[in-house]
């Protein structure tokens, strides 16, 4: 199977591989070349891997590693760059070998296993032309580990501050504009994490560990999705302990910036069934964090 024919039909799977085509095309055909220089007969799975050590030349490893990558064999085949590295250390085959076992761990889901290799050859070559890819690499397989917001954000926060390293080193790669869409997606997800705690506390009726958890959002994540509810739970939460200037406000800056939302004629309607309207305080916390962005 061609290199080529691998990455049209889609043998590559990804989206985030697709969008890097050219790059990865360009260091997996160097590496085929030394693939194909020698005819070599075999293949490695699990059984190679564990038997005693064995030194091969490093034709055939790239070449036991190209038969496991056309048979979807990803992790063996992430282990055969690695045995590059391990029993060629210091040849030009190894610099490239960290790489293709980091892309081939991230196509098995060996996640942990992609960022540490990726890692590596950002430490061992730093200068070298497709670092940014290796950066890449690794915070996509950060982000590909991000749970769902019932459960613990800490990799949301480590793809959120990888995507972000990668785009203030590379800011002009292809790499850097796919890493600002993921990073909005990331953003949005620990904005969803604070809301649906926020809602918990709301429904139990503890109004201030609520405020704190929409203000968060409001003060973090107002360009996501969840910053119009956050503002119409600021006006039901802030209306519940009697503080009506802050739920005017809510609503109003609500009505501003998301005017005719749902949220806006929900909080509208908590008010004027009090006999109150939107009115702004400026000198609101809410207020100042909006005009400070808007």
Not at 33 to 58: F, H, K, N
Not at 160 to 181: F, K, M, N, S, V
Not at 212 to 221: E, L, S
Request: charged residues 25%; negative net charge; aromatic residues 12%.
């Amino acid at each position: 199977m061609s290199l080529k024919f691998m990455f049209e039909s889609g043998v590559l799977g990804k989206e985030s591989a697709r969008r890097v085509r050219k790059n990865l095309v360009s260091i997996a055909a160097a590496a085929a070349l030394g693939a194909s220089a020698t005819a070599l007969s075999g293949c490695a799975g699990d059984d190679q891997m564990s038997a005693q050590y064995v030194e091969r030349p490093i034709e055939q490893i790239y070449s036991d590693a190209w038969k496991l990558i056309n048979r979807g064999d990803w992790p063996n085949a992430g282990r055969q760059f690695d045995e590059v590295e391990r029993q060629h250390p210091y040849s030009v085959w190894a610099r490239r070998a960290i790489l293709m076992s980091a892309f081939c761990y991230y196509e098995g889901n060996r996640y942990t296993d992609a960022i540490d290799a990726s890692s590596r050859f950002i430490q061992l070559h730093p200068g070298n032309k497709d670092v940014p890819y290796a950066y890449y690499l690794k915070a996509i397989s950060l982000y590909e580990q991000i749970a769902d917001v019932n459960h613990d954000q800490g990799k949301t926060e480590e793809a959120l501050t990888a995507l972000q390293d990668l785009i203030q080193r590379y800011p002009d790669t292809e790499y850097a504009r796919d890493a600002r869409l993921k990073m909005d997606l990331a953003r949005d997800h620990l904005a969803g994490r604070e809301m649906t705690i926020g809602r918990f506390y709301l429904r139990q009726g503890d109004y201030i560990a609520a405020i704190n958890r929409f203000r968060t959002v409001i003060d973090k994540y107002q360009t996501t999705t969840h910053a119009p509810e956050a503002l119409e739970r600021l006006t039901e939460a802030y209306l519940s302990l009697g503080i009506v200037r802050e739920a005017q406000t809510s609503a109003a800056v609500l009505g501003f910036n998301y005017p005719g939302s749902d949220w806006y004629m929900d909080a509208y309607n908590l008010l004027t069934n009090q006999n109150l309207a939107p009115q702004e305080d400026k000198e609101s916390w809410i207020s100042k964090a909006y005009h400070a962005v808007f």
